[in-house]
């Protein structure tokens, strides 16, 4: 054997080891942050439960981004190429998603809507969470409308619209396998 092929062949199973090592390997160059402190809101107020996310590479791009929110295990808002909001008193903000800001507004906030969110940013293929609490006070108050309740609020929460975990995993391989191909 001369040199040269012991050369070619140590970079090509280094390579090799790349692809096959790299999608399991455990490291998040993604931020994801909110508030320390506890979101506490007036009962039939707005309010907007913070959620900012820095990817590694800018400008953010929507094909690899997915965004949810949750409240006790059910969806509220979710960004998957477009925004959905789930309940009809959740917004998220697509301008703002470019910007790095996933955070979520919360209109006319009842008791029932106290409690602990969790906000999920997936930029394939790096995915955080954090997990904001909101306080509602100011019991009994009339809020001037119709009272909602929580299952009101829900729209399309099983509606099937959306990336499966299965093609979020293909998509954060891919995306993985780019970047170091572009490096």
């Known amino acids: 054997m ?3 092929n012991c050369s070619e062949m140590a970079l090509q199973s280094f390579l090799l080891f790349l692809l096959l090592y790299a999608p399991f390997t455990c490291y998040a160059v993604m931020v994801v942050r909110t508030s320390t402190h506890d ?3 007036l ?20 094909g690899i981004l997915f965004v949810t929110w949750k409240f006790q295990g059910q969806n509220v808002a979710v960004f ?14 697509p301008e703002e998603l470019k910007k790095g800001n996933a955070s979520l507004l919360l209109r006319r906030v ?9 906000c999920e940013v997936l930029y394939a293929p790096d995915k955080e969470s954090v997990k904001p609490t909101l ?5 009994g ?20 619209i959306g990336r499966s975990e299965g093609e979020r995993t293909v998509l954060a391989f891919v995306g993985m396998l ?6």
């Open 2 to 4: 001369s040199s040269c």
């Open 178 to 183: 780019l970047a170091l191909l572009l490096q």
């Open 39 to 41: 979101v506490v809101a």
């Open 80 to 93: 998957d190429e477009k925004v959905e909001n789930k309940w009809s008193t959740a917004q998220l903000f």
């Open 43 to 62: 009962q039939c107020s707005d309010v907007l439960l913070d959620c900012q996310f820095v990817p590694d590479v800018m400008p953010i791009n929507f």
């Open 141 to 160: 108050k009339d809020c001037s409308h119709p009272s909602l309740s929580m299952d009101s609020r829900r729209q399309g929460e099983h509606n099937g």
């Open 135 to 139: 306080k509602v006070t100011g019991q």
């Open 110 to 118: 009842e008791k029932s809507m106290e409690g602990q969110y969790v």
